[in-house]
């Protein structure tokens, strides 16, 4: 896959245009029109960070960036994948046992047919070429709107749909079996279901999902990708959820959703400071999410903003899962603060790298926009991505 992959995506071109533009590419490959189009889109989480596998709630929006994929029937036996923003082609087998392989981009497509296949649905061989506005490991979720995209083409392709939440549970199941990563179920929840102008709570635990009307035109939601990835030993996920299971266990609890606050104060010499802290973000975070539920809901945006500031602090202090640059985005947009139209902020998605998520009055984000792009490239030599969205629709056929 090439190195500036994600520094190519196209984050400001529309869905309509990544269609037309997939189409034109596909047309140039396979010398055929395509008979499939569809769309799934990215999200970002707006508050709920790290609680989801600790049976907590998430309150992610579906963002109006898109995995475009367009597709047909193959004449020969089989069926290659284009990989137009990685510049790459693969194979994917559509029949018999379908083993995991080596890890690449297609792994999420190959996840996905094979989880088709395990259902007994009879697919045939294909073709198909992916086109994305959603950044490539940006904490976005490219990796869930492209299992959920292929998802969606098979459906075309079965010409039946299969219910939400089974997509969804079998996309996971394609990230986890196929791409060896073991995500929550909000990425993929969050690209099925979402629905326009809304966001999704969803309790992790009972998988329970209820829509938050965020359609207020005057708040919109600023995304700041930093453009840095501190992959560290790249371990730092895992580690995080092995500390929050063994704090559960000390605790005596099957999750840390299970923990009550009081509890806190009488375990800290159990649990040792680390896990403390783990713990207190963990239990925080949860209540953090409801409590932003109900403000976006009765429009109290000014509670809504404290606690994304909260958030943030918890993830960088007992967490332990920021970095300089979110940092530095975080505080720099606080600064331009609530005179210059802005709500909360605070970093998004698994941490070390990748996006802040901050809410801004819609009339100033132009602006916000600007200061920040211009404070965040003196500082740090790096030019980030910004780009405004409001919660979008989820996986749908195009064509
Ligand atoms: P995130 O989901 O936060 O974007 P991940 O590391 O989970 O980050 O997933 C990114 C990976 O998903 C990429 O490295 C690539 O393998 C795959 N992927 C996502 N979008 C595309 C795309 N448009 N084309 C090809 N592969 C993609
Ligand atoms: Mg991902």
Redesign the pocket.
């Known amino acids: 896959?090439s190195d500036d992959?994600t520094a190519s995506?196209p984050t400001s071109l529309s869905l309509s245009k990544l269609c037309v533009e997939a189409t034109s590419q596909y047309v140039a490959r396979f010398a055929d029109e395509p008979q499939w189009i569809v769309a799934a889109p990215?999200r970002v989480n707006l508050i709920g960070e790290h609680t989801d596998y600790n049976g907590g709630s998430v309150l992610p929006a579906a963002i109006d960036r898109y995995?475009v994929m367009v597709g047909g029937p193959s004449d020969g036996d089989a069926s290659c994948i284009v990989?137009?923003?990685?510049d790459e082609e693969a194979v994917v087998q559509v029949t018999g046992a379908i083993k995991p392989g080596r890890i690449?981009?297609?792994?999420?497509v190959q996840g996905v047919v094979a989880g088709f296949v395990n259902r007994g649905e009879q697919l045939y061989p294909f073709n198909a070429l992916?086109?994305?506005s959603?950044?490539?490991?940006?904490?976005?979720?490219?990796?869930?709107?492209?299992e959920v995209a292929t998802a969606t083409l098979l459906e075309a392709m079965l010409g039946e749909e299969i219910l939400p939440l089974e997509k969804a549970l079998l996309c996971q199941e394609a990230?986890h079996k196929f791409?060896g990563?073991p995500?929550g179920i909000m990425?993929q929840f969050s690209s099925v279901l979402s629905q326009q102008d809304s966001l999704l709570l969803l309790d992790c635990r009972s998988q329970v999902v209820e829509f938050v009307p965020f359609d207020d035109p005057a708040v919109t939601i600023l995304i700041a990708n930093s453009n840095v990835k501190h992959e560290l030993t790249g371990g730092e996920y895992a580690q995080r959820r092995a500390e929050c299971e063994a704090a559960a266990k000390t605790l005596g609890v099957e999750t840390l959703r299970d923990v009550v606050s009081e509890q806190l104060e009488f375990a800290s010499e159990r649990l040792g400071s680390v896990n403390l802290g783990r713990v207190r973000h963990v239990v925080g975070e949860i209540q953090r999410t409801v409590d932003a539920a109900n403000a976006i809901r009765a429009g109290r945006w000014q509670e809504v903003g404290q606690l994304m500031y909260d958030s943030h602090a918890s993830l960088r202090d007992d967490f332990e899962v920021s970095c300089d640059e979110l940092n530095l985005l975080v505080e720099m947009t606080k600064e331009i603060g609530d005179a210059g139209g802005v709500i909360g902020s605070r970093m998004t998605?698994?941490g070390f790298g990748?996006c802040t998520v901050s809410l801004v009055r819609t009339n100033a984000a132009q602006s916000i926009t600007e200061v920040l792009a211009q404070r965040y490239f003196q500082q740090t030599g790096i030019q980030p991505t910004l780009f405004t969205t409001r919660p979008a629709r989820g996986a749908h056929r195009i064509k």
């Open positions: 896959m992959a995506i990215g995995v990989g137009a923003d990685v690449t981009w297609s792994s999420y992916v086109r994305s959603v950044p490539l490991g940006g904490g976005l979720s490219s990796s869930a709107a492209l990230e791409a990563v995500c990425d998605g698994g990748g």
